[in-house]
């Protein structure tokens, strides 16, 4: 017996949808901190407003900025020294949302815009360790905090264009999901003659 609310995941498509649903929405919960954290780095042009953000709660939400904090108290820069860093900092938000993203790309039907979204997301940590590198080794305090709003640019650009595709993804698969819930299964009994 079909219960009512199995109309809603009784077919593959339905819960490819749920899943597909529930990924977009964990995935902008995942970047509008970024987007945030981007502004706040932009706006930082001086020496005390850099400190005064360190009191801030959105420092502990983000990877990177656990990062970035954890690398400003570094003696010495080294590769094994950063890798080192980049994984005692990896927590289980970040676990989270790397396991969404292995799931909705093992799910999602159109994997090369996964494919693109992954590679984005790649390419900013990339570019962001290189600039916290390069300004771990500025030669002065200003220097850095050019570094730093780089960062905040890159954090901008890169959460803004994620932030887009993510609802305009939301609304397509909303759309995708009301057209299949159109279609009802018919659940039939077959009895056995003995």
């Known amino acids: ?105 093992a799910l999602y039907i159109n994997k090369k815009k996964t494919t693109y979204v992954i590679s984005l997301l790649l390419a900013e940590f990339i570019v962001c360790t290189i600039l916290v590198v390069i300004a771990l080794r500025a030669s002065s305090l200003n220097g850095a905090i050019i570094y730093i709003r780089l960062i905040g640019q890159v954090f901008l650009i890169v959460n803004i264009v994620l932030l887009v595709i993510a609802f305009l993804s939301l609304h397509i698969t909303i759309g995708n999901y009301k057209e299949s819930l159109a279609y009802e299964v018919e659940e039939i009994k077959e009895h056995m003659e003995d």
């Not at 990924?23 to 987007?35: A, D, G, N, R």
């Not at 939400?61 to 954890?70: F, G, H």
């Not at 289980?92 to 969404?100: I, Q």
């Open 1 to 105: 017996m079909m219960l009512p609310y199995d109309a809603w995941i009784d077919t593959r498509e339905k819960r490819v949808h749920v899943c597909m649903l529930i990924f977009l929405i964990v995935s902008i919960i995942f970047i509008i901190p970024y987007i945030l954290l981007g502004i706040l780095l932009v706006s930082r042009g001086s020496y005390t407003s850099l400190f005064e953000m360190l009191s801030y709660p959105i420092l502990d939400s983000s990877y990177i900025s656990r990062v970035i904090l954890d690398a400003i108290s570094l003696t010495k820069v080294t590769p094994l020294g950063i890798l080192k860093l980049l994984l005692e900092n990896i927590g289980t938000m970040e676990l989270l949302e790397g396991f969404v993203c292995i799931m909705a790309y």
